[in-house]
């Protein structure tokens, strides 16, 4: 396995979690590393992604200043803490790993070829 997310559960609106994604050194150490999350009947969308190099970040703008991407370099883990959560944000989460991602494209799924298996997070109002 080369991506284990956790973390996920039941919380209340306003609320916070933290996801982890534990990965594979060899995995850990490609260009960018990513959340996403998929809500019932609707499409994967990007939450946040961090490069490897540089360790520039990207938000969402329906996350941008509530949640944060970070990692543990020693660790080999990655991190999404996730504070005043709303119902919108219930959805199966998604860590992902990908190389050459550019600009244009590292808020899509494309350069994403390692996935997680998922962890739900559901936000009760």
């Known amino acids: 396995v080369q991506l284990q997310a956790s973390g996920g559960g039941l919380v209340q609106a306003g609320g916070s979690l933290r996801l982890s994604c534990a990965a594979s050194?060899?995995?850990?150490?490609?260009?960018?590393l990513a959340w996403f999350r998929q809500a019932p009947g609707k499409e994967r969308e990007f939450v946040a992604a961090?490069?490897?190099?540089?360790?520039?970040?990207y938000y969402a703008d329906s996350v941008k200043g509530r949640f944060t991407i970070s990692r543990d370099n020693v660790k080999n883990t990655l991190y999404l803490q996730m504070n005043t959560l709303k119902p919108e944000d219930t959805a199966v989460y998604y860590c992902?790993?990908?190389?050459?991602?550019?600009?244009?494209?590292?808020?899509?799924?494309?350069?994403?070829?390692?996935w997680g298996q998922g962890t739900l997070v559901t936000v009760s109002s």
């Open positions: 961090e490069r490897w190099s540089g360790g520039s970040t």
């Open positions: 992902a790993a990908g190389s050459r991602a550019i600009a244009s494209t590292i808020t899509t799924t494309l350069p994403y070829d390692y």
């Open positions: 050194r060899r995995t850990f150490r490609r260009d960018a």
